[in-house]
Protein backbone atom coordinates (compact mmCIF):
# COMPACT_ATOMS: atom_id res chain seq x y z
CA UNK A 1 0.00 0.00 0.00
CA UNK A 2 1.05 3.53 -0.94
CA UNK A 3 2.44 5.16 2.31
CA UNK A 4 1.48 8.33 1.38
CA UNK A 5 -2.67 7.15 1.20
CA UNK A 6 -4.57 8.47 4.05
CA UNK A 7 -7.69 6.37 2.74
CA UNK A 8 -7.45 3.12 0.77
CA UNK A 9 -11.28 1.91 -0.52
CA UNK A 10 -10.94 -1.50 -2.45
CA UNK A 11 -14.52 -1.85 -2.98
CA UNK A 12 -17.25 -1.00 -0.20
CA UNK A 13 -20.98 -2.12 -0.25
CA UNK A 14 -23.69 -1.50 2.06
CA UNK A 15 -27.77 -1.66 1.60
CA UNK A 16 -30.30 -1.08 3.71
CA UNK A 17 -32.61 -3.81 2.64
CA UNK A 18 -36.05 -3.95 1.99
CA UNK A 19 -35.13 -4.43 -1.80
CA UNK A 20 -33.99 -1.26 -1.99
CA UNK A 21 -30.63 -0.97 -4.23
CA UNK A 22 -27.60 -0.52 -2.17
CA UNK A 23 -26.90 3.47 -0.54
CA UNK A 24 -23.20 2.57 -1.37
CA UNK A 25 -21.91 0.92 -4.05
CA UNK A 26 -17.91 1.39 -4.94
CA UNK A 27 -16.49 -1.40 -7.06
CA UNK A 28 -13.66 0.90 -8.58
CA UNK A 29 -11.92 2.31 -5.74
CA UNK A 30 -10.25 5.40 -4.84
CA UNK A 31 -7.76 6.90 -2.53
CA UNK A 32 -7.30 10.04 -0.38
CA UNK A 33 -3.75 11.21 0.17
CA UNK A 34 -2.05 12.15 3.45
CA UNK A 35 -2.84 15.81 3.62
CA UNK A 36 -5.71 16.00 0.64
CA UNK A 37 -8.53 17.99 0.81
CA UNK A 38 -11.19 16.00 -1.03
CA UNK A 39 -14.53 16.86 -1.98
CA UNK A 40 -17.70 14.67 -2.59
CA UNK A 41 -20.71 16.27 -3.97
CA UNK A 42 -23.85 14.53 -5.17
CA UNK A 43 -27.83 14.76 -5.30
CA UNK A 44 -29.52 13.97 -2.11
CA UNK A 45 -29.53 10.07 -1.51
CA UNK A 46 -25.85 9.71 -3.43
CA UNK A 47 -25.18 8.00 -0.64
CA UNK A 48 -22.35 10.69 0.69
CA UNK A 49 -23.48 10.40 4.20
CA UNK A 50 -23.77 6.35 4.03
CA UNK A 51 -20.43 6.40 2.78
CA UNK A 52 -19.27 8.87 5.54
CA UNK A 53 -20.63 6.64 8.09
CA UNK A 54 -18.90 3.51 6.72
CA UNK A 55 -15.58 4.93 6.91
CA UNK A 56 -16.06 6.82 10.77
CA UNK A 57 -16.71 3.17 11.61
CA UNK A 58 -20.62 4.17 12.49
CA UNK A 59 -21.75 1.26 10.30
CA UNK A 60 -20.59 -1.80 8.76
CA UNK A 61 -20.28 -2.42 5.24
CA UNK A 62 -21.76 -5.42 3.87
CA UNK A 63 -19.23 -6.54 2.01
CA UNK A 64 -15.86 -4.68 0.93
CA UNK A 65 -12.80 -3.51 3.00
CA UNK A 66 -11.06 -0.21 3.44
CA UNK A 67 -8.56 1.51 5.37
CA UNK A 68 -8.20 4.62 7.06
CA UNK A 69 -4.41 5.94 7.88
CA UNK A 70 -3.45 1.95 7.56
CA UNK A 71 -6.39 1.07 9.77
CA UNK A 72 -8.96 -1.11 8.62
CA UNK A 73 -12.81 0.09 9.39
CA UNK A 74 -13.82 -3.18 11.10
CA UNK A 75 -11.23 -4.57 12.51
CA UNK A 76 -9.32 -1.68 13.87
CA UNK A 77 -12.82 0.25 14.46
CA UNK A 78 -11.75 1.04 18.53
CA UNK A 79 -8.51 2.40 17.75
CA UNK A 80 -9.74 4.00 13.88
CA UNK A 81 -12.33 5.94 16.02
CA UNK A 82 -9.65 7.77 18.76
CA UNK A 83 -7.76 9.31 15.25
CA UNK A 84 -10.48 10.79 13.57
CA UNK A 85 -12.77 13.79 13.62
CA UNK A 86 -16.69 13.47 12.44
CA UNK A 87 -18.48 16.11 12.19
CA UNK A 88 -22.21 15.10 11.02
CA UNK A 89 -24.70 17.08 8.87
CA UNK A 90 -26.97 17.05 11.48
CA UNK A 91 -26.41 19.02 14.97
CA UNK A 92 -25.34 16.27 17.48
CA UNK A 93 -24.15 18.19 20.23
CA UNK A 94 -25.79 18.48 23.95
CA UNK A 95 -28.19 21.06 23.95
CA UNK A 96 -28.55 20.96 27.68
CA UNK A 97 -25.12 21.48 28.00
CA UNK A 98 -23.57 25.01 27.85
CA UNK A 99 -20.41 25.86 24.78
CA UNK A 100 -17.76 25.07 27.27
CA UNK A 101 -19.02 22.07 28.79
CA UNK A 102 -19.61 20.53 25.41
CA UNK A 103 -16.24 21.04 24.44
CA UNK A 104 -14.86 19.99 27.98
CA UNK A 105 -17.09 16.81 27.82
CA UNK A 106 -15.69 15.91 23.85
CA UNK A 107 -12.23 16.52 25.28
CA UNK A 108 -12.16 14.53 27.69
CA UNK A 109 -13.97 11.50 26.09
CA UNK A 110 -10.98 11.56 24.09
CA UNK A 111 -8.77 11.72 27.25
CA UNK A 112 -7.15 15.30 26.48
CA UNK A 113 -8.43 19.15 27.67
CA UNK A 114 -8.98 21.90 25.86
CA UNK A 115 -5.78 23.30 26.85
CA UNK A 116 -3.71 21.14 24.78
CA UNK A 117 -5.21 21.21 21.34
CA UNK A 118 -6.33 24.96 21.59
CA UNK A 119 -4.05 25.87 18.94
CA UNK A 120 -6.36 23.73 16.68
CA UNK A 121 -9.78 25.30 17.58
CA UNK A 122 -7.99 29.02 18.93
CA UNK A 123 -9.37 30.94 15.67
CA UNK A 124 -12.76 29.17 15.86
CA UNK A 125 -13.40 29.48 19.66
CA UNK A 126 -12.18 33.37 20.02
CA UNK A 127 -15.57 33.77 18.40
CA UNK A 128 -17.58 31.62 20.92
CA UNK A 129 -15.93 32.46 24.14
CA UNK A 130 -18.11 35.15 25.03
CA UNK A 131 -20.85 32.55 24.89
CA UNK A 132 -18.98 29.91 26.69
CA UNK A 133 -21.40 29.65 29.18
CA UNK A 134 -24.67 29.63 26.71
CA UNK A 135 -26.49 26.33 26.21
CA UNK A 136 -25.40 25.19 23.08
CA UNK A 137 -29.15 24.52 22.31
CA UNK A 138 -29.53 28.22 22.32
CA UNK A 139 -27.12 29.24 19.90
CA UNK A 140 -27.65 30.64 16.31
CA UNK A 141 -27.16 28.51 13.21
CA UNK A 142 -23.77 29.57 12.64
CA UNK A 143 -22.55 29.30 15.99
CA UNK A 144 -23.81 25.70 16.47
CA UNK A 145 -21.75 24.89 13.42
CA UNK A 146 -18.84 26.75 14.96
CA UNK A 147 -18.86 24.45 17.73
CA UNK A 148 -19.92 21.74 16.55
CA UNK A 149 -16.27 21.92 14.42
CA UNK A 150 -14.52 22.77 17.83
CA UNK A 151 -15.75 19.74 19.72
CA UNK A 152 -14.49 17.83 16.41
CA UNK A 153 -11.00 19.13 16.40
CA UNK A 154 -10.36 18.66 20.28
CA UNK A 155 -8.75 15.67 19.96
CA UNK A 156 -6.04 16.68 16.94
CA UNK A 157 -7.92 14.20 14.79
CA UNK A 158 -5.69 13.07 11.71
CA UNK A 159 -8.42 12.68 9.22
CA UNK A 160 -11.24 15.17 9.28
CA UNK A 161 -15.13 13.88 7.78
CA UNK A 162 -17.19 16.45 7.33
CA UNK A 163 -20.66 15.86 5.99
CA UNK A 164 -22.11 19.12 4.65
CA UNK A 165 -20.68 20.85 7.22
CA UNK A 166 -21.57 24.91 6.10
CA UNK A 167 -25.83 23.93 5.07
CA UNK A 168 -27.78 26.92 5.85
CA UNK A 169 -24.79 28.70 6.60
CA UNK A 170 -24.55 32.95 5.10
CA UNK A 171 -22.18 33.70 2.00
CA UNK A 172 -19.36 35.16 5.06
CA UNK A 173 -19.07 32.53 7.28
CA UNK A 174 -18.94 29.97 4.86
CA UNK A 175 -15.96 31.76 3.42
CA UNK A 176 -14.39 32.23 6.96
CA UNK A 177 -15.40 28.39 7.84
CA UNK A 178 -13.38 27.41 4.15
CA UNK A 179 -10.19 29.83 5.49
CA UNK A 180 -9.66 27.87 8.52
CA UNK A 181 -10.07 24.45 6.85
CA UNK A 182 -7.20 25.56 4.64
CA UNK A 183 -5.20 26.55 7.82
CA UNK A 184 -6.21 22.64 9.18
CA UNK A 185 -5.25 21.80 5.52
CA UNK A 186 -1.82 23.41 6.41
CA UNK A 187 -1.01 21.22 9.09
CA UNK A 188 -1.23 18.06 7.28
CA UNK A 189 -4.57 17.34 7.97
CA UNK A 190 -6.34 15.08 5.60
CA UNK A 191 -10.11 16.42 5.17
CA UNK A 192 -13.23 14.73 3.56
CA UNK A 193 -16.24 17.29 2.92
CA UNK A 194 -19.95 16.93 1.19
CA UNK A 195 -20.85 20.34 0.04
CA UNK A 196 -23.83 21.47 -1.90
CA UNK A 197 -22.10 24.59 -2.97
CA UNK A 198 -20.35 24.21 -6.34
CA UNK A 199 -17.80 27.42 -4.98
CA UNK A 200 -16.47 25.26 -2.27
CA UNK A 201 -15.88 21.95 -4.67
CA UNK A 202 -13.91 24.41 -6.34
CA UNK A 203 -11.54 24.95 -3.14
CA UNK A 204 -11.08 21.06 -3.19
CA UNK A 205 -7.67 19.23 -4.48
CA UNK A 206 -10.12 16.52 -5.78
CA UNK A 207 -13.85 16.63 -6.05
CA UNK A 208 -15.84 13.22 -6.36
CA UNK A 209 -19.23 12.95 -8.10
CA UNK A 210 -21.36 10.73 -6.59
CA UNK A 211 -24.97 9.68 -7.94
CA UNK A 212 -26.68 6.52 -6.96
CA UNK A 213 -23.90 5.11 -4.31
CA UNK A 214 -21.16 5.10 -7.01
CA UNK A 215 -18.48 7.71 -7.37
CA UNK A 216 -19.03 9.14 -11.24
CA UNK A 217 -15.89 11.10 -11.98
CA UNK A 218 -12.78 11.94 -9.30
CA UNK A 219 -10.69 14.59 -10.55
CA UNK A 220 -9.41 18.05 -9.78
CA UNK A 221 -11.92 20.71 -10.13
CA UNK A 222 -9.33 21.94 -12.79
CA UNK A 223 -9.72 18.55 -15.15
CA UNK A 224 -13.17 17.99 -14.80
CA UNK A 225 -13.82 21.71 -16.09
CA UNK A 226 -11.17 21.18 -18.85
CA UNK A 227 -13.29 17.80 -19.71
CA UNK A 228 -16.12 19.63 -19.96
CA UNK A 229 -16.64 18.63 -24.13
CA UNK A 230 -19.98 20.70 -25.25
CA UNK A 231 -19.82 24.12 -25.92
CA UNK A 232 -21.83 26.40 -23.49
CA UNK A 233 -23.54 29.87 -24.47
CA UNK A 234 -24.93 32.08 -21.29
CA UNK A 235 -28.15 33.41 -22.44
CA UNK A 236 -30.10 37.05 -21.17
CA UNK A 237 -33.16 38.58 -22.32
CA UNK A 238 -35.92 40.94 -20.46
CA UNK A 239 -37.96 38.16 -20.14
CA UNK A 240 -36.15 35.39 -18.37
CA UNK A 241 -38.59 33.05 -17.15
CA UNK A 242 -40.25 32.73 -20.84
CA UNK A 243 -36.40 32.64 -22.12
CA UNK A 244 -36.00 29.61 -20.16
CA UNK A 245 -39.09 27.59 -22.38
CA UNK A 246 -38.16 28.99 -25.45
CA UNK A 247 -34.48 28.12 -25.40
CA UNK A 248 -35.34 24.67 -24.69
CA UNK A 249 -37.78 24.34 -27.48
CA UNK A 250 -35.00 25.66 -29.87
CA UNK A 251 -33.48 22.57 -31.95
CA UNK A 252 -29.99 22.66 -31.47
CA UNK A 253 -29.79 22.86 -27.41
CA UNK A 254 -29.41 19.92 -25.37
CA UNK A 255 -30.02 21.50 -21.97
CA UNK A 256 -31.03 24.84 -20.61
CA UNK A 257 -30.38 25.94 -16.90
CA UNK A 258 -31.02 28.87 -14.57
CA UNK A 259 -27.45 30.26 -14.10
CA UNK A 260 -27.42 33.38 -11.74
CA UNK A 261 -28.77 36.19 -13.44
CA UNK A 262 -28.16 34.20 -16.68
CA UNK A 263 -28.89 31.28 -17.93
CA UNK A 264 -26.90 28.31 -19.78
CA UNK A 265 -27.39 26.76 -22.75
CA UNK A 266 -25.58 23.71 -23.79
CA UNK A 267 -25.76 22.63 -27.75
CA UNK A 268 -26.21 19.03 -28.68
CA UNK A 269 -23.07 16.96 -29.85
CA UNK A 270 -23.15 17.83 -33.13
CA UNK A 271 -24.99 21.18 -33.20
CA UNK A 272 -22.86 24.27 -34.88
CA UNK A 273 -24.98 27.13 -34.50
CA UNK A 274 -23.26 30.34 -32.82
CA UNK A 275 -24.33 32.73 -30.55
CA UNK A 276 -25.69 35.13 -32.98
CA UNK A 277 -27.74 32.38 -34.60
CA UNK A 278 -29.71 31.76 -30.68
CA UNK A 279 -29.69 35.77 -30.54
CA UNK A 280 -31.04 35.96 -33.70
CA UNK A 281 -34.05 33.22 -33.13
CA UNK A 282 -34.82 34.59 -29.87
CA UNK A 283 -35.25 38.07 -31.37
CA UNK A 284 -36.78 36.83 -34.50
CA UNK A 285 -39.06 33.92 -33.83
CA UNK A 286 -39.55 34.35 -30.03
CA UNK A 287 -40.18 38.35 -29.99
CA UNK A 288 -37.39 38.33 -27.19
CA UNK A 289 -36.04 42.33 -26.19
CA UNK A 290 -32.51 42.89 -24.86
CA UNK A 291 -31.24 39.17 -25.80
CA UNK A 292 -27.12 39.04 -25.16
CA UNK A 293 -25.78 35.65 -26.11
CA UNK A 294 -22.24 34.77 -24.99
CA UNK A 295 -20.05 31.44 -25.77
CA UNK A 296 -18.71 30.66 -22.39
CA UNK A 297 -16.63 27.74 -20.80
CA UNK A 298 -17.94 25.96 -18.51
CA UNK A 299 -17.64 25.94 -14.60
CA UNK A 300 -17.94 22.81 -12.16
CA UNK A 301 -21.49 23.69 -11.42
CA UNK A 302 -21.44 23.60 -15.40
CA UNK A 303 -20.25 20.06 -15.42
CA UNK A 304 -22.21 18.79 -12.50
CA UNK A 305 -25.14 20.21 -14.05
CA UNK A 306 -24.73 18.04 -17.14
CA UNK A 307 -23.51 14.25 -15.74
CA UNK A 308 -26.29 12.51 -17.15
CA UNK A 309 -24.91 13.35 -20.17
CA UNK B 1 -58.89 44.10 0.13
CA UNK B 2 -56.24 46.71 -0.93
CA UNK B 3 -54.33 46.36 -4.32
CA UNK B 4 -51.30 46.87 -4.99
CA UNK B 5 -49.11 45.63 -2.11
CA UNK B 6 -49.22 42.36 -0.33
CA UNK B 7 -46.56 43.51 2.36
CA UNK B 8 -46.40 47.14 3.44
CA UNK B 9 -44.14 47.69 7.09
CA UNK B 10 -43.33 50.64 8.79
CA UNK B 11 -40.55 51.11 11.59
CA UNK B 12 -40.93 47.96 12.26
CA UNK B 13 -39.21 47.25 15.42
CA UNK B 14 -38.14 44.00 18.20
CA UNK B 15 -36.22 44.32 21.12
CA UNK B 16 -35.66 41.28 23.26
CA UNK B 17 -34.52 43.41 26.89
CA UNK B 18 -31.61 45.63 25.51
CA UNK B 19 -31.00 43.03 21.92
CA UNK B 20 -32.47 45.17 19.23
CA UNK B 21 -33.03 42.09 16.83
CA UNK B 22 -35.27 44.42 13.91
CA UNK B 23 -34.63 48.10 13.87
CA UNK B 24 -36.88 50.39 12.27
CA UNK B 25 -37.24 48.12 9.08
CA UNK B 26 -39.73 49.52 6.61
CA UNK B 27 -40.43 47.70 2.94
CA UNK B 28 -43.39 46.58 0.41
CA UNK B 29 -43.20 43.59 -1.33
CA UNK B 30 -45.48 44.47 -4.46
CA UNK B 31 -48.13 41.40 -5.11
CA UNK B 32 -46.59 39.30 -7.93
CA UNK B 33 -43.18 39.51 -7.38
CA UNK B 34 -40.49 36.97 -5.79
CA UNK B 35 -38.98 38.66 -2.90
CA UNK B 36 -35.66 37.67 -2.07
CA UNK B 37 -35.16 38.36 1.62
CA UNK B 38 -31.18 38.06 2.40
CA UNK B 39 -29.01 38.58 4.87
CA UNK B 40 -25.86 37.09 7.55
CA UNK B 41 -27.07 34.49 10.19
CA UNK B 42 -28.60 36.48 12.92
CA UNK B 43 -28.44 39.44 11.16
CA UNK B 44 -32.92 39.54 12.36
CA UNK B 45 -34.60 37.66 9.44
CA UNK B 46 -35.97 34.59 11.22
CA UNK B 47 -37.28 37.28 13.99
CA UNK B 48 -38.84 39.70 11.22
CA UNK B 49 -40.39 36.82 9.66
CA UNK B 50 -42.57 35.44 12.30
CA UNK B 51 -43.70 39.25 12.79
CA UNK B 52 -44.86 39.19 9.01
CA UNK B 53 -46.64 35.78 9.84
CA UNK B 54 -47.81 36.41 12.72
CA UNK B 55 -46.19 34.42 15.17
CA UNK B 56 -44.72 37.44 17.55
CA UNK B 57 -45.53 41.04 17.73
CA UNK B 58 -43.78 43.66 16.84
CA UNK B 59 -42.18 46.03 19.55
CA UNK B 60 -43.02 48.89 17.48
CA UNK B 61 -43.99 50.05 14.21
CA UNK B 62 -46.74 48.93 11.99
CA UNK B 63 -47.33 46.53 9.28
CA UNK B 64 -49.85 44.69 6.64
CA UNK B 65 -49.65 41.32 5.45
CA UNK B 66 -51.90 40.10 3.23
CA UNK B 67 -54.48 42.76 3.89
CA UNK B 68 -54.91 42.30 7.63
CA UNK B 69 -52.91 43.89 10.54
CA UNK B 70 -50.27 42.83 12.12
CA UNK B 71 -50.98 43.74 15.56
CA UNK B 72 -54.88 43.17 15.68
CA UNK B 73 -55.31 40.62 12.88
CA UNK B 74 -52.33 37.89 13.56
CA UNK B 75 -55.05 35.23 12.85
CA UNK B 76 -56.35 36.40 9.66
CA UNK B 77 -52.70 36.43 8.71
CA UNK B 78 -52.27 33.00 9.53
CA UNK B 79 -54.60 32.11 7.60
CA UNK B 80 -54.28 34.22 4.22
CA UNK B 81 -50.39 33.29 3.64
CA UNK B 82 -48.41 30.23 3.12
CA UNK B 83 -45.72 28.82 5.43
CA UNK B 84 -42.54 26.70 3.78
CA UNK B 85 -40.41 26.23 7.09
CA UNK B 86 -36.59 25.19 6.52
CA UNK B 87 -37.73 22.22 8.85
CA UNK B 88 -39.38 19.90 7.18
CA UNK B 89 -42.88 19.88 8.56
CA UNK B 90 -45.42 17.23 7.00
CA UNK B 91 -46.43 13.90 8.67
CA UNK B 92 -44.16 10.86 7.40
CA UNK B 93 -46.21 8.08 8.01
CA UNK B 94 -49.21 9.32 6.35
CA UNK B 95 -49.45 9.34 2.18
CA UNK B 96 -49.24 12.18 0.50
CA UNK B 97 -53.00 12.87 -0.38
CA UNK B 98 -53.74 12.27 3.57
CA UNK B 99 -51.05 15.43 4.12
CA UNK B 100 -52.97 17.29 1.28
CA UNK B 101 -56.12 17.19 3.18
CA UNK B 102 -54.91 17.65 6.57
CA UNK B 103 -53.52 20.63 5.84
CA UNK B 104 -56.48 22.06 4.29
CA UNK B 105 -58.68 20.99 6.74
CA UNK B 106 -56.00 22.93 9.18
CA UNK B 107 -57.25 26.21 6.74
CA UNK B 108 -60.78 25.76 7.35
CA UNK B 109 -61.40 24.70 3.42
CA UNK B 110 -64.39 22.81 2.56
CA UNK B 111 -63.23 18.87 2.48
CA UNK B 112 -64.34 18.87 -1.63
CA UNK B 113 -62.50 21.72 -2.37
CA UNK B 114 -59.19 20.53 -0.64
CA UNK B 115 -59.88 17.65 -3.02
CA UNK B 116 -60.28 19.72 -5.94
CA UNK B 117 -57.50 21.50 -5.14
CA UNK B 118 -55.42 18.94 -4.42
CA UNK B 119 -56.36 16.97 -7.77
CA UNK B 120 -55.36 20.31 -9.65
CA UNK B 121 -51.78 20.62 -7.48
CA UNK B 122 -50.53 16.89 -7.63
CA UNK B 123 -51.24 17.26 -11.62
CA UNK B 124 -49.54 20.38 -11.84
CA UNK B 125 -46.44 19.31 -9.91
CA UNK B 126 -46.55 15.46 -11.27
CA UNK B 127 -47.74 13.88 -7.89
CA UNK B 128 -50.54 12.11 -8.89
CA UNK B 129 -48.89 8.69 -9.57
CA UNK B 130 -47.01 8.85 -5.82
CA UNK B 131 -50.72 10.61 -4.43
CA UNK B 132 -51.04 6.82 -1.89
CA UNK B 133 -47.48 7.26 -1.35
CA UNK B 134 -46.48 7.43 2.56
CA UNK B 135 -44.15 10.63 2.68
CA UNK B 136 -41.32 9.10 4.27
CA UNK B 137 -40.62 6.61 1.24
CA UNK B 138 -40.51 9.60 -0.75
CA UNK B 139 -36.93 11.05 -1.95
CA UNK B 140 -35.82 14.69 -0.71
CA UNK B 141 -36.57 16.55 -3.45
CA UNK B 142 -40.12 15.29 -3.79
CA UNK B 143 -40.29 15.97 -0.07
CA UNK B 144 -39.57 19.49 -0.37
CA UNK B 145 -41.59 19.84 -3.78
CA UNK B 146 -45.01 18.07 -1.42
CA UNK B 147 -43.94 20.59 1.54
CA UNK B 148 -44.21 23.73 -0.73
CA UNK B 149 -47.51 21.86 -2.02
CA UNK B 150 -49.24 22.01 1.17
CA UNK B 151 -48.00 26.11 2.01
CA UNK B 152 -50.19 27.11 -0.85
CA UNK B 153 -53.22 24.08 -0.65
CA UNK B 154 -55.87 27.23 0.74
CA UNK B 155 -54.54 29.58 -2.55
CA UNK B 156 -53.08 32.13 -0.12
CA UNK B 157 -52.08 35.75 -1.21
CA UNK B 158 -48.49 35.46 -0.18
CA UNK B 159 -46.28 32.30 0.47
CA UNK B 160 -43.38 32.42 3.02
CA UNK B 161 -40.37 29.80 1.97
CA UNK B 162 -37.53 30.00 4.65
CA UNK B 163 -34.47 28.67 2.98
CA UNK B 164 -36.24 26.25 1.06
CA UNK B 165 -33.16 24.64 -0.96
CA UNK B 166 -30.95 24.65 1.85
CA UNK B 167 -28.41 21.50 1.47
CA UNK B 168 -29.88 20.54 -1.76
CA UNK B 169 -27.80 19.78 -5.00
CA UNK B 170 -27.42 22.34 -7.72
CA UNK B 171 -29.95 20.44 -9.93
CA UNK B 172 -32.84 19.99 -7.72
CA UNK B 173 -32.71 23.68 -6.17
CA UNK B 174 -32.95 24.42 -9.90
CA UNK B 175 -36.08 22.30 -10.53
CA UNK B 176 -37.62 23.86 -7.24
CA UNK B 177 -36.96 27.45 -8.36
CA UNK B 178 -38.74 26.89 -12.14
CA UNK B 179 -41.89 25.54 -9.53
CA UNK B 180 -41.36 28.87 -7.58
CA UNK B 181 -41.67 30.67 -10.79
CA UNK B 182 -44.68 28.52 -11.90
CA UNK B 183 -46.89 29.11 -8.00
CA UNK B 184 -45.76 33.19 -8.80
CA UNK B 185 -47.25 32.86 -12.71
CA UNK B 186 -50.39 31.34 -11.54
CA UNK B 187 -50.57 34.70 -8.99
CA UNK B 188 -49.18 34.03 -5.76
CA UNK B 189 -46.55 36.33 -4.28
CA UNK B 190 -43.42 34.72 -3.20
CA UNK B 191 -40.94 36.04 -0.46
CA UNK B 192 -37.85 33.93 -0.39
CA UNK B 193 -35.02 33.50 2.18
CA UNK B 194 -31.51 31.44 0.64
CA UNK B 195 -28.01 31.23 1.36
CA UNK B 196 -27.16 30.66 -2.30
CA UNK B 197 -26.47 34.35 -3.92
CA UNK B 198 -27.16 32.84 -7.25
CA UNK B 199 -31.00 32.19 -6.12
CA UNK B 200 -30.67 35.98 -5.46
CA UNK B 201 -30.61 36.57 -9.05
CA UNK B 202 -33.87 34.68 -9.33
CA UNK B 203 -36.00 37.60 -7.51
CA UNK B 204 -37.34 40.47 -8.98
CA UNK B 205 -36.28 42.21 -6.25
CA UNK B 206 -34.31 41.38 -2.74
CA UNK B 207 -33.23 43.10 -0.02
CA UNK B 208 -30.09 43.00 2.33
CA UNK B 209 -30.34 42.29 6.50
CA UNK B 210 -27.16 43.89 8.10
CA UNK B 211 -27.50 44.17 12.28
CA UNK B 212 -31.15 44.15 11.95
CA UNK B 213 -31.65 46.37 9.18
CA UNK B 214 -32.77 46.74 5.40
CA UNK B 215 -29.26 48.15 4.44
CA UNK B 216 -30.42 47.63 0.96
CA UNK B 217 -33.53 47.16 -1.26
CA UNK B 218 -33.81 47.01 -5.00
CA UNK B 219 -33.69 44.77 -7.81
CA UNK B 220 -30.71 42.17 -8.37
CA UNK B 221 -29.31 44.18 -11.62
CA UNK B 222 -29.86 47.71 -9.44
CA UNK B 223 -27.64 46.46 -6.68
CA UNK B 224 -25.30 45.75 -8.68
CA UNK B 225 -24.85 48.70 -10.60
CA UNK B 226 -25.32 50.43 -7.57
CA UNK B 227 -22.24 48.71 -5.79
CA UNK B 228 -20.30 48.17 -8.73
CA UNK B 229 -20.31 44.62 -7.75
CA UNK B 230 -20.45 41.81 -10.72
CA UNK B 231 -22.26 39.43 -8.84
CA UNK B 232 -24.83 40.04 -5.57
CA UNK B 233 -22.54 37.41 -3.71
CA UNK B 234 -20.19 40.88 -4.27
CA UNK B 235 -22.86 43.03 -2.74
CA UNK B 236 -23.60 40.36 0.33
CA UNK B 237 -19.86 40.54 1.25
CA UNK B 238 -19.85 44.78 1.11
CA UNK B 239 -22.66 45.30 2.97
CA UNK B 240 -21.76 42.28 5.46
CA UNK B 241 -18.51 43.74 6.02
CA UNK B 242 -20.35 46.57 7.60
CA UNK B 243 -21.91 44.53 10.12
CA UNK B 244 -21.14 45.07 13.74
CA UNK B 245 -23.11 42.37 15.05
CA UNK B 246 -20.91 38.69 14.80
CA UNK B 247 -21.64 35.47 15.49
Known amino acids: MDIMDSIRVQRLRKGYGRGLPPAVDITDGFSVSGGELFGIIGPDGAGKTTLFRLLTTLISPDEGDATVQGLDIIKDYRKLRTIIGYMPGRFSLYPDLSVKENLDFFASVFGTSIEENYHLIEDIYCRLEPFADRKAGNLSGGMKQKLALCCTLIHSPQVLFLDEPTTGVDPSSRREFWETLARLKDTGMTIVVSTAYMDEANRCDRVAMMKAGCFLEVDSPRNIVEGFDRRLIAVRSDDMFRLLQDLRSIEDVGKCYTFGDTHHIVLKENAVCTPEDISCILSGKYGHTGVEAVEQPATLEDCYMNLDG | MQGYNVIEVEHLTKKFGSFTAVDDISFEVIRGEIFGFLGANGAGKTTAMK ?197
Open chain 2, 51 to 247: MLTGLSFPTSGKGMVAGYDIWTQSELIKKNIGYMSQKFALYSDLTVRDNIEIFGGIYGMERHDVRRRAVELMDRLGFMTEKNERVKDLPQGWKQKLAFLVSIIHNPEIVFLDEPTGGVDPAARRQFWELIYDVVDSGITAFVTTHYMDEAEYCNRISMMVDGRIDALDSPSALKKRFGAVSIGEVFDILARGAKRSE
